[in-house]
């Protein structure tokens, strides 16, 4: 998924065409980071994740963070692109969104119901 981001974020500013949609750019920033969110939390080792999914939550949605803050960065080198705090608060939004459904959906099973997200061990 980084790959992913680096490359779309690697286009000049005119190569996207989105539609005239107020603050799509927006959306998009939040539905890749929320994805992103959803593949890094994986990457949280399976034990700690048990012992503290709140705190495996807020991880992810800080690696999302200081990733976001480095694409931004990297925009800044790219004809056309310019970085944005804009974009930055949507893909933290976007990464917050996913962490806290995980969280939430996984405390459903904690609490002795059937969950629905199980972290792969």
Same mark, same amino acid.
Not at 13 to 34: A, E, M, T
Not at 51 to 61: E, H, N, Q, T, Y
Not at 79 to 93: E, I, K, M, Q
């Given at each position: 998924?980084?790959?992913? $981001?680096?490359?779309?974020?690697? !286009?000049? =500013? ?7 949609? &107020?603050? $799509?750019?927006? /959306?998009? #920033? ?10 890094? $939390?994986? @990457? ?7 012992? *503290?999914?709140?705190?495996? %939550?807020?991880?992810?949605? /800080?690696?999302?963070?200081?990733? =976001? $803050?480095?694409?931004?960065? #990297? !925009? ?6 310019? &970085?944005?705090?804009?974009? /930055? @608060? @949507?893909?933290?939004? =976007?990464?917050? /969104?996913?962490?806290? %459904? ?5 405390? !459903?099973? *904690?609490?002795?119901? !059937?969950?629905?997200?199980? #972290? @792969?061990?």
């Amino acid at each position: 998924m980084m790959a992913v $981001i680096f490359f779309l974020s690697s !286009q000049p =500013g005119d190569s996207f065409q989105l539609p005239d949609v &107020p603050d $799509i750019d927006k /959306l998009l #920033h939040s539905l890749v980071y929320g994805t992103l969110a959803a593949t890094a $939390i994986f @990457a949280v080792p399976a034990d700690f994740a048990r012992r *503290r999914p709140g705190m495996a %939550a807020v991880l992810v949605v /800080l690696f999302c963070l200081v990733y =976001g $803050i480095s694409d931004e960065f #990297h !925009q800044s080198f790219v004809p056309g692109r310019t &970085p944005s705090v804009w974009d /930055l @608060a @949507a893909d933290v939004l =976007g990464a917050s /969104l996913v962490s806290a %459904a995980w969280y939430l959906l996984g405390r !459903q099973g *904690r609490r002795g119901r !059937q969950g629905w997200v199980r #972290h @792969a061990r």
